[in-house]
């Protein structure tokens, strides 16, 4: 009578209940099927979360979270027709861009494009069908805008907040905020998490593989991707003792700890889901949370656990042996490599953690500059280059051009 009751509820809802007996008792089940309006009930409209209906009636911002994640869209599809090619950062990026698809796939189309069709390929400029109006979109503004607009269309609300909770575990030991583009974010808090963690050896099919960076490159992608940006919650990375933790807000679609045998992927943001994969910061839909679950077994000898709500963690284990404890290295790590007698253990164990940031780097983004990678380990560019000079003498990385201006590549 309720569901029938337009006074009750409205819309209608068409609800049919089947009874099932279940150990010598009457089981009364029905299916809720998801509509696109809202629903109100006396006269108030209420969200579920986990085991509790919440009256978000009088709040306009839970009203319109509802209302986006009822729409089934992505909101980096929104359009901003005011904005021109000289709000974004299209000519040092695209070179980026092209390589890092080359680099993917060999015949990748994007290698031979100019700009403006990869933008149209990758869905960046789009027409609002209420509006009529065409423009780039927000995915473009994430992807490739100078700062100041990023912050303005998603109201000064994007940032990323790296924190290194090792010693001083209520406040922090190091931090990083990224509030620049995507591109950008992916590479500076891949070197974050490579400072901060230990890149221990293992092989993979007979060949050598960092298994920390394949579990920091989908812990990344993850918060970078599938993020709410319409939400002024920051998104977190927080490297701890024994785990990485990171949180981001979402829409959930199914609100709880994910099963990785029973998991449907669902893609937030599709269209920065494709772009990331394109350029190799990502893998196909799915087989990022398998990749998780496979190598962390393997880095750390556990699980990590995947809890969807409003907002979206992730904790992934470091085990003893995964974290770099203080300017040393623990009692429990024994450090391999040969390093010159005449350095401290202080400028042992820095530069130790310099070179992981700049090989994780630079496998993320092809090459580097000393003052660029100064920047990255915020330290000075004669460090820097003595770390790359260090990284090219041992043939991991390849040197070219004058001293003024050579760059570093990985050599694969």
Not at 337 to 345: G, P
Request: with cysteine.
């Amino acid at each position: 009578n309720s569901l029938n009751n337009p006074q009750r509820f409205a819309p209608t809802l068409f609800v049919a209940l089947e009874e099932a007996d279940i150990d010598g008792k009457t089981v009364l089940w029905c299916y809720v099927p998801f509509i696109s309006q809202l629903v109100t009930f006396g006269g108030k409209i209420y969200d579920r979360a986990e085991d509790g209906d919440f009256d978000v009636t009088r709040s306009p911002a839970m009203l319109g979270m509802m209302t986006e994640r009822k729409k089934g869209i992505s909101t980096v599809t929104k359009v901003f027709p005011y904005l021109k090619a000289d709000d974004f950062e299209f000519e040092r990026l695209m070179p980026l861009v092209r390589r890092r698809a080359k680099s993917r796939l060999d015949n990748h189309p994007w290698w031979d494009m100019s700009d403006e069709e990869i933008i149209q390929s990758a869905g960046l400029y789009d027409t609002d069908t209420v509006t009529g109006q065409s423009g780039y979109n927000l995915a473009a503004v994430l992807l490739f805008g100078k700062e100041h607009i990023i912050l303005s269309c998603t109201s000064a609300t994007y940032v990323t907040d790296c924190l290194l909770r090792r010693e001083n575990v209520d406040r922090y030991d190091d931090r990083l905020r990224v509030s620049c583009n995507l591109i950008d974010a992916y590479s500076h808090i891949m070197g974050f998490v490579g400072r901060h963690t230990l890149d221990k050896f293992f092989i993979e099919e007979d060949q050598s593989v960092s298994i920390r960076d394949k579990i920091a490159r989908e812990l990344v992608s993850n918060i970078l991707v599938h993020r709410e940006y319409t939400s002024a919650f920051p998104a977190k990375v927080i490297i701890e003792r024994d785990r990485i933790v990171t949180e981001n807000w979402c829409m959930p679609r199914r609100p709880g700890k994910l099963d990785p045998d029973t998991f449907t992927p669902q893609p937030k943001n599709p269209l920065l889901a494709n772009f990331f994969v394109n350029i190799g910061f990502a893998d196909a839909l799915g087989s990022g949370v398998r990749n998780l679950y496979k190598y962390t077994k393997i880095y750390a000898g556990g699980e990590p656990e995947l809890i969807e709500g409003d907002v979206f963690k992730t904790i992934v284990p470091l085990g003893v042996w995964g974290v770099v404890v203080g300017d040393t290295m623990s009692d429990h790590v024994q450090m391999s490599d040969h390093v010159s007698d005449k350095m401290s253990d202080k400028t042992k164990m820095s530069d130790k953690n310099a070179r992981g940031a700049l090989i994780a780097y630079l496998r993320g983004n092809g090459e580097v500059t000393a003052a660029e990678a100064a920047k990255i380990l915020n330290r000075s560019v004669s460090t820097a280059r003595r770390v790359l000079s260090g990284l090219a003498a041992e043939g991991v990385v390849a040197a070219s051009g004058a001293n003024r201006n050579r760059t570093y590549r990985a050599v694969r």
